[in-house]
C-alpha cells in the first residue's frame, strides 16, 4: 500500500471521527441562537395546531363521543412537549452568561442546548406534521356503538330532594312581547322582586324545580327570559338551556331547543327521539359527574311532560336529578302533580301603578288630558292588569279619539268589540275548557252569586240545592268536594287567592267571560246597574234564564210576577227592608230549586213559597217573618237558613221537613219558642246552627214539655256539626251525645268573647260557682276532643288547667283562661307532653297564677305555640323559663300587659343566648317593675343589676337574645326602663318595620353603646325595613342612641343626623 493510500485512509479516519464532530460540535456552540429561534417556532406552529384541534375536541366532548386511540396518544405527547420546550428554552437563557462571573456565554453549556433542541424540534415537527390529519369530528372522535343499550341505574336522589314545599308565593309582574323596560334597562317593581325570588329558590338545595304558573297573557314567558338573562349575568349556573314545550308536546324540537344550547351538534344528527334522548342523557350525566351545574327552563307547559322521553336525568316519579328545572305553565297543578315542583310562584297583573306606566308609555300624552283621565282607569279596570290585554288597548286607544274610546268600551263590556274579546277569549278559554264538569257548574255558581268575594258557606248551600255535589253522601264530603274545587280553580288561575286563609275571589275579566260562555248553553242574568229596573229587561231574556241575581241593589219597583219559566236559582239582596214580594211573584218558576232572599218583608203570609214544589235550598236572611208553617209543604227543602230574621216561633210543621240535611238559626235574638218534637223529627238533620239565637231550652223534667230539650238532639243519628247555646248548666241535667260531633260550637253561660278561630270546634264555658258541669260526662268528652276552648270562672279546688280533663288536651289549638281565681298553673305535671297542639295561649285577670309551668315541661309540650297573650296577672313574676323558651321554637307573638309583679321575659340561671327564630311581634305595657328582658334566679337586688349592665339598664342584651324575624315592637309604660337595645342586638333586627316606645319615664335613648367593644354607634345604626317609629311621652329622652354621640354633642341635630341614616322610608308619630 502506497504512502498516498496511507495518508487517504488516515485523513478519512481522522475528518469522520475528529473533524467532523469537532467541527459539528462547534457549529452546536455558534448555531445555538439559532436553534433557539428554530424551537420557538416549532411551538408556536404545534401551538397553533392544539388550539384548533382543542375546538373539535370540545364538540365531540359535548356530544358525548368516545376519542380515537390515535387521536389521545398524539395529543399527550403534544401536551409533553409543550411542556418540555419552555424548559429547554429556560436553559438557554441561563447558559447565554454563566462563564467568567457571567459575563460570557458558556460553550459547553450552549453545546449541550443546541443538541437537545435540535432533537426536540424534530420531535415537535413529527407532531404538528400528524396534527395535519385531524380535520374535522370523524377524525379524533366516534360515536359509541353501545352508548345507552345497558340501562344505567338511576343515583339515589340528592339529599333534600324530596321535600316538597306547598308555600305559595304571590306577586305581580308584567308580560310584553316587546320590551317593557321603564328605564335604563330596569324591570317593573313587582317583576324584579319576582325574578329575585325565583333565584333564591334556584339557590336553595332544597329545590330541584321551581316553577311559575298564572293565566294566559300574564307575562310569564317574558319574566323567563328575564329571570335567564339575569342568571347569566350572575353566572349562578355553568349551563343554561331553555326550551318551549308548548300545547302540542314536540319530543325532537324540545330535545334540539335543549342540545343547541348544550353544543350538543351530534344530536342533530340522529332521527330516532329514543337515541336523540340518549345523547342528551349522557351529555347531562358528564356533567353532573364534572360538578357543573346545570338550569334547563321549559316554558309553557300545558300538561306534563315525561323527562326521561326527553332525555333529562329523572327517577321513576318523573323528578328531575342532576340538575334544575326552572318551569310555566297555566296551571298550578302541572307544576306540582306532573313535574314535582318543589317551590311555585303565582304571576298575577301589574299593580295599579304599573299598568298604568305601561298604558300611558303607549298611548303617550293625551291620558293626562282632563277628558281622556276618567276614561283611562275605565279602560285599566278591563284590563285587569294583564300587560297582553294592556297592550292591545293601548295600540288600539293610541290614534283614537274620544267617542272611539267610550264606544270601544261600552263594547268591550258587552262582549262585542271583536278584537279585544278574542284575545281575552285566548286568555282564559283553554284554562275553562280544562275543567271538569261540575267545576265549571262551581265556577258558573261563583259568576250568578254576583259578588268578587264569594262565600264559601253559601256555594255549600246553593250548590246543594243545584245538584253539584249528588255524588257524595254527606255535608262533610260536600265541603270537601267543595275545597277541592275550588283549589283546582285558583290553580287555573280563575278564582284568585284573597287575604283570607279559606277565601278566595273572582275578577270582573273571568266573570264577564264565564257569563259569555255559559249563556250560549244556560243565560245568566246578574242585574249589576241600580238604576235600571227589572222591568226595562227583555221578557224573552227573562223567559230563558236559568240563573238570576240583584246584588245588593236599591229596588225601585218590582212586578207582580217574574216570567221565568226555565229558572233554577234567584238571589236577591235587597237593601231596603220595607221591601214586599208580592204573593204570584214567583207562579211561574216550577224549576226553581234555589232561592235567597235578604231584608224582604213577608209578615202578611209565606203563600208565595207555597207552590216551589222543587225547592231544595231556601234562604230567608234577615228578613221580617211572621209565620214560617207553610214552609212544612216544601217536603223536598234539604237546606233551610232563616239566619238574622225576625221570626218568633218555629212550628211543629217545620218537623215535616224530613229531607232537611241543613237547619240554620243563628242571630234569630227573638226566637223565643221551638216546640217540642221538632229538631227530633229532622232524622237527616246532619247540620244544626243556633249561634247567638234560640236559649229557651226545656229542663229534662218539665212536664208537659212547652219547649225543645237539648235531649232532642239525641235522637238526630245524622247530627255531626252543632252550634247552640245553653244560658244554664242545669238545661243539662242530661247527657247530651257528643261523640258524634265532629264540628261544633257550644257555649255554656252567658259568654262574651271576642277571640275565636273561624273552622274549629269550639267549647265556651262560662262557669257558675256551683256548677258541676265540668264533671258531666259530655262535657269532659268535649274537654278532650276540642279543638277550642274558652274558661271563665274557675273557681274550685283545680290549680291547674291539666287537671280538668281526664283525657287531657291532645287537640287543643287555642286555649283562653280569664277571671279564674283557683288557676295557679296552666302545666303543672312534666310527666308527659300536654298542649302538643296548642298554637294559642291566651290568660287574663287569674289573680293567682303564678307560672304557665311548675316544673321543667316535658318534651313537646307547647312545641306548635304561636301566640302568647298574658294579661292582669299579678302574681306572675316571669313569663318563661329557659328551659321552656328553648321548646318554644314556633313562637311568633308575645304580648304582656299589666302584670304589676313582672319582673322578666326568661329567667335564667346562666346567661346562655336565647334564640326565638320566628318571633315576630313584642307587645309590653304597663309592666311597673320590669326592668330586662332576662331575669336570673329570684328577684336581684339593686347592686346586683348594676353589676350586670354597669350603671345602665338595657331591656335586650344582643349578646344573650336575638330575633331575626322581628317586625313589631311596642313597649309602653315600663317605668324602670332606660335604654332597649345594645349596638350588638341591632344586627339581628333587620326585619323590624314597627317600633313604639311611650310612656317610659326614665327612658333616655333607644341605644346604649357597649363599652369595650370598640364599636361606633353610627356604624351600626341599620334597620333597612323600618318604616314606622313611634316615640311618645319620654320625659327622660336625649337621642336615639346614648354613648359616643351624647358624649360628643347633645344637641337636637346629633338625633336628626343618626335619623336621616337611620331610615330608608318615611317615618311615622
Excluded at 420531535?123 to 385531524?134: G, P
Excluded at 236559649?695 to 239525641?714: F, G, S
Excluded at 295557679?824 to 310527666?831: C, K
Aim: glycine share 6%.
Amino acid at each position: 500500500m502506497s504512502a498516498d493510500s496511507v495518508v487517504g485512509i488516515g485523513w478519512d479516519v481522522l475528518k469522520r471521527y475528529v473533524v467532523v464532530p469537532i467541527e459539528r460540535g462547534f457549529g452546536y456552540v455558534i448555531s445555538s441562537k439559532r436553534f433557539a429561534n428554530c424551537l420557538r417556532g416549532e411551538v408556536q406552529n404545534l401551538e397553533n395546531e392544539v388550539l384548533r384541534v382543542e375546538v373539535l375536541a370540545e364538540q365531540a366532548r359535548n356530544n358525548v363521543r368516545k376519542f380515537h386511540v390515535v387521536f389521545t396518544t398524539w395529543k399527550e405527547s403534544a401536551n409533553k412537549a409543550l411542556e418540555e420546550a419552555p424548559k429547554l428554552l429556560d436553559d438557554f437563557e441561563k447558559a447565554t452568561k454563566t462563564c467568567c462571573y457571567g459575563t460570557l456565554p458558556d460553550p459547553k453549556f450552549r453545546y449541550q442546548f443546541s443538541r437537545k433542541a435540535e432533537g426536540k424540534i424534530e420531535v415537535i415537527k413529527q407532531l404538528t406534521q400528524k396534527c395535519s390529519r385531524f380535520n374535522g369530528l370523524d377524525d379524533i372522535s366516534f360515536i359509541d356503538p353501545a352508548f345507552g343499550n345497558v340501562a344505567t341505574p338511576n343515583p339515589a336522589r340528592r339529599e333534600g330532594k324530596d321535600v316538597v314545599q306547598s308555600t305559595t308565593a304571590s306577586a305581580s309582574a308584567s308580560f310584553v312581547s316587546t320590551s317593557m323596560k321603564l328605564r335604563d334597562g330596569g324591570v317593573f317593581e313587582s317583576r324584579a322582586l319576582m325574578i329575585r325570588n325565583i333565584m333564591d329558590a334556584l339557590a336553595d338545595n332544597g329545590n330541584s324545580v321551581v316553577g311559575i304558573y298564572g293565566m294566559g297573557g300574564v307575562g310569564k314567558s317574558t319574566l323567563l327570559a328575564d329571570t335567564e338573562k339575569r342568571i347569566r349575568e350572575e353566572k349562578s349556573f355553568d349551563l343554561v338551556a331553555q326550551a318551549d314545550v308548548s300545547e302540542h308536546q314536540d319530543i325532537k324540537r324540545i330535545q334540539g331547543e335543549i342540545a343547541h344550547k348544550l353544543c350538543l351538534s351530534d344530536l342533530k344528527n340522529e332521527e330516532c327521539v329514543r337515541v336523540r334522548a340518549e345523547l342528551l342523557h349522557g351529555r347531562l350525566k358528564v356533567e353532573e359527574r364534572n360538578k357543573k351545574t346545570v338550569l334547563i327552563i321549559l316554558d309553557n307547559l300545558w300538561k306534563g311532560l315525561n323527562l326521561k322521553s326527553v332525555g333529562i336525568p329523572c327517577g321513576p316519579d318523573n323528578k328531575v336529578m342532576g340538575c334544575k328545572l326552572l318551569l310555566t305553565s297555566r296551571d298550578r297543578d302541572v307544576l306540582r302533580r306532573d313535574m314535582g315542583c318543589d317551590k311555585d310562584f303565582h304571576l298575577g297583573g301589574l299593580k295599579e301603578e304599573e299598568a298604568k306606566t305601561l298604558f300611558e308609555r303607549m298611548v303617550g300624552d293625551k291620558v293626562h288630558d282632563d277628558e281622556f283621565k276618567p276614561w283611562v282607569e275605565v279602560a285599566l279596570d278591563k284590563c285587569a292588569g294583564v300587560p297582553f290585554l294592556i297592550i292591545a288597548m293601548a295600540k288600539r286607544f293610541k290614534d283614537a279619539g274620544l267617542s272611539e274610546w267610550k264606544d270601544t268600551l261600552k263594547k268591550i263590556e258587552k262582549f262585542k268589540d271583536t278584537k279585544i274579546n278574542d284575545l281575552i277569549n285566548q286568555m282564559l278559554k283553554w284554562s275553562y275548557d280544562r275543567l271538569e264538569e261540575d267545576e265549571k257548574s262551581l265556577l258558573q255558581l261563583c259568576v250568578v252569586y254576583g259578588i268578587s268575594i264569594p262565600s264559601l258557606e253559601n256555594l255549600v248551600r246553593y250548590g246543594v240545592g243545584l245538584g253539584l255535589f249528588e255524588e257524595v253522601s254527606s255535608m262533610e264530603e260536600v265541603r270537601d268536594r267543595l275545597s277541592s274545587h275550588i283549589r283546582t280553580l285558583q290553580a287555573s288561575s280563575l278564582l284568585l287567592d284573597s287575604e283570607d286563609v279559606d277565601g278566595f275571589k273572582i275578577h270582573d275579566l273571568v266573570r264577564e267571560f264565564v257569563v259569555l260562555v255559559a249563556s250560549r248553553y244556560h243565560p245568566l242574568l246578574v242585574l249589576k246597574d241600580k238604576d235600571k229596573s227589572i222591568t226595562e229587561l227583555p221578557k224573552d231574556k227573562l223567559k230563558s234564564c236559568r240563573a238570576v241575581c240583584f246584588p245588593h241593589i236599591d229596588m225601585k219597583e218590582f212586578p207582580k210576577e217574574l216570567d221565568c219559566p226555565e229558572l233554577r236559582i234567584f238571589l236577591l239582596f235587597t237593601n231596603n227592608e220595607s221591601f214586599e214580594i208580592p204573593d204570584s211573584y214567583f207562579n211561574s218558576m216550577e224549576k226553581l230549586v234555589v232561592l235567597t232572599l235578604t231584608s224582604i218583608r213577608l209578615i202578611h203570609s209565606l203563600k208565595p213559597f207555597q207552590f216551589l214544589e222543587n225547592l231544595h235550598t231556601l234562604c230567608l236572611e234577615y228578613c221580617s217573618l211572621e209565620d214560617v208553617a207553610i214552609l212544612g209543604k216544601l217536603k223536598g227543602l234539604q237546606i233551610l237558613s232563616i239566619v238574622g230574621s225576625q221570626i218568633q216561633r218555629l212550628p211543629k210543621e217545620i218537623g215535616q221537613l224530613v229531607e232537611l240535611r241543613l237547619l240554620d238559626l243563628s242571630y234569630c235574638s227573638q226566637l223565643e219558642i221551638i216546640e217540642p218534637g221538632v229538631l227530633g223529627s229532622l232524622i237527616k238533620l246532619e247540620e244544626l246552627y243556633m249561634k247567638y239565637s234560640f236559649k229557651q231550652w226545656n229542663v229534662v223534667d218539665q212536664t208537659p214539655p212547652t219547649n225543645a230539650c237539648l235531649i232532642e238532639l239525641n235522637n238526630m243519628k245524622n247530627l255531626c256539626t252543632l252550634q247552640v247555646s245553653i244560658p244554664n248548666s242545669s238545661m243539662l241535667l242530661g247527657d247530651l251525645n257528643v261523640k258524634k260531633f265532629s264540628k261544633y260550637n257550644i257555649n255554656i253561660g252567658y259568654v262574651h268573647r271576642w277571640r275565636s278561630k273561624k273552622g274549629l270546634s269550639t267549647l265556651n264555658l262560662k262557669l257558675d260557682p256551683l256548677s258541676n258541669v265540668l264533671q258531666k260526662g259530655c262535657i269532659q268528652s268535649i274537654l278532650g276532643k276540642s279543638d277550642d276552648l274558652f274558661l271563665d270562672g274557675l273557681n274550685k279546688i283545680e290549680k291547674s288547667i291539666c287537671a280538668l280533663s281526664q283525657k287531657g288536651f291532645l287537640e287543643l289549638k287555642q286555649l283562653q283562661v280569664q277571671n279564674s281565681p283557683s288557676i295557679h298553673y296552666i302545666l303543672q305535671s312534666p310527666s308527659h307532653a300536654k298542649f302538643k297542639m296548642l298554637e294559642s295561649l291566651f290568660l287574663e285577670n287569674l289573680i293567682n297564677l303564678e307560672k304557665i309551668s311548675n316544673n321543667n315541661i316535658a318534651s313537646k309540650s307547647f312545641s306548635e305555640l304561636k301566640v302568647l297573650r298574658v294579661e292582669s296577672c299579678n302574681k306572675m313574676e316571669v313569663l318563661f323559663p329557659l328551659s321552656m323558651v328553648r321548646e318554644l321554637s314556633k313562637l311568633e307573638e308575645i304580648e304582656v300587659v299589666d302584670c304589676k309583679l313582672m319582673r322578666g321575659i326568661v329567667e335564667v340561671d346562666n346567661c346562655g343566648k336565647v334564640e326565638l327564630h320566628n318571633l315576630q311581634v313584642l307587645k309590653f305595657r304597663n309592666l311597673p317593675n320590669i326592668k330586662n328582658f332576662f331575669t336570673i334566679g329570684m328577684a336581684p337586688s339593686s347592686s346586683t343589676l348594676d353589676d350586670q349592665v354597669g350603671t345602665q339598664i338595657v331591656f335586650f342584651n344582643g349578646q344573650q337574645v336575638a330575633f331575626k324575624r322581628l317586625e313589631k315592637l311596642e313597649i309602653d309604660g315600663l317605668a324602670n326602663l332606660r335604654f332597649i337595645f345594645f349596638p350588638s342586638m341591632v344586627k339581628s333586627l333587620t326585619q323590624l318595620k314597627k317600633l313604639t316606645i311611650s310612656n317610659c319615664e326614665k327612658t333616655e335613648a333607644i341605644i346604649m353603646e357597649e363599652e369595650g367593644l370598640g364599636m361606633e354607634t353610627s356604624e351600626i345604626l341599620a334597620y333597612p325595613m323600618l318604616t314606622d317609629l313611634r316615640l311618645k311621652r319620654l320625659k327622660s329622652w336625649r337621642c336615639f342612641s346614648h354613648g359616643k354621640c351624647a358624649r360628643e354633642s347633645q344637641s337636637q341635630d346629633c338625633v336628626r343626623s343618626r335619623a336621616t341614616a337611620l331610615f330608608n322610608h318615611k317615618v311615622c308619630d
